[in-house]
């Protein structure tokens, strides 16, 4: 049987060390003034490394309903 030491490897940035414990806040402001980490600037790199939590979920279900103008669900 397959250890999980064997079948899972970190991300290049956690075995460097690059990761920063302060990067898993996004802070929105940055973000529109294009000054935040390069991972929220990128959608493409941003949610490669984010896991779509049944919260997550839930909040875009609901902010892409007042975006839009329909009502959002709370499903």
């Keep these: 049987m397959t250890t999980i030491y064997d079948s899972c490897h970190p991300r290049p ?10 990067m898993f ?5 940055a973000v529109m ?18 896991f779509p939590t049944e919260g997550l979920k839930v909040l875009l279900k609901e902010v892409m309903g007042r975006l839009s103008g329909s009502k959002p669900t709370n499903t």
């Design 25 to 29: 806040a996004a802070k929105l402001k």
């Design 33 to 50: 003034d294009g000054v935040a980490d390069p991972v929220y600037q990128d959608p493409a790199k941003f949610w490669g490394n984010t």
């Design 13 to 22: 940035d956690v075995l460097t060390g690059d990761l920063r414990e302060d």
